[in-house]
């Protein structure tokens, strides 16, 4: 099955410092990526969507300028988090779907994700 | 906006029962619906999905059936095992646009031996 990964696994800062993780599709090519995030014992919410190539499409309450995005290939997206404070630690989730004209319905494969904690 | 409200857990069962965790939702048009299972250490897999009404998704001796009238996905199994032990999310697309995924907060499912 298609296979994404993240990296880092974990990642532990200080405050002000900024923490970019990776989200890397492995053996297929993902014009679409998501990033999500999600707190102890709650659900994924969906942070922002990035076609390749273009910027990120980030939802309501999302900080754009915090919360970088880049999209630069089909098998590669980073999320940047800026100037991390201790209210930005969480597990941080990526996913990649590729669009299949066939299909009505394409499958989102997520990675595993990122432990951020910021002192 | 739409969402998804699934059992709370966690839940914990003896190896061979049956298990039921209920779902949910609210959606304008018609979603699409999954569910999907996160192992420790690993990302989430999509265990099954549904795309219309009375559509039953299955996979794994896992089952969950569409119902539009009760607005509900609930995911059963007759008899459990250990390795089932894992986090079940419910969730909806509403297959529009970027096809994006909402939700539920997840059920933590512990089976012992």
């Known amino acids: 099955g298609a296979v994404v990964s993240q990296h880092p696994s974990r990642v532990i800062c200080k405050s002000g410092t900024s923490v970019k993780i990776e989200c890397r599709s492995l053996d297929f090519q993902a014009t679409t990526m998501f990033w999500y995030r999600q707190f102890p014992k709650q659900s994924l919410m969906l942070m922002a969507t990035s076609n390749e190539g273009s910027k990120a499409t980030y939802e309501q309450g999302v900080e754009k300028d915090k919360f970088l995005i880049n999209h630069a290939s089909l098998t590669l997206s980073t999320l940047t988090v800026t100037s991390a404070h201790p209210e930005d630690s969480s597990f941080y989730i990526c996913?990649?779907?590729?669009?299949?004209?066939?299909?009505?319905?394409?499958?989102?494969?997520f990675g595993p994700g990122t432990r951020l904690t910021v002192l | 906006g739409n969402s998804v409200t699934q059992m709370e857990g966690p839940v914990t069962l003896s190896e061979e029962a049956f298990l039921t965790i209920n779902c949910t939702y609210t959606?304008?048009?018609?979603?699409?619906l999954f569910w999907y299972v996160q192992y420790p250490g690993e990302g989430l897999q999509l265990l099954l999905k549904a795309t219309k009404a009375d559509d039953k998704g299955s996979n794994k001796g896992f089952e969950a059936t569409y119902r539009k009238e009760t607005t509900s996905f609930h995911l059963e199994k007759g008899s459990v095992q250990v390795s089932d032990s894992a986090v079940y999310f419910c969730a909806l697309s509403d297959n529009q646009g970027a096809q994006k995924l909402v939700f539920g907060q997840g059920t933590r499912l512990t089976i012992n031996p």
């Open positions: 996913s990649a779907r590729v669009l299949a004209a066939t299909s009505s319905y394409n499958e989102q494969f």
């Open positions: 959606a304008t048009g018609y979603p699409s």
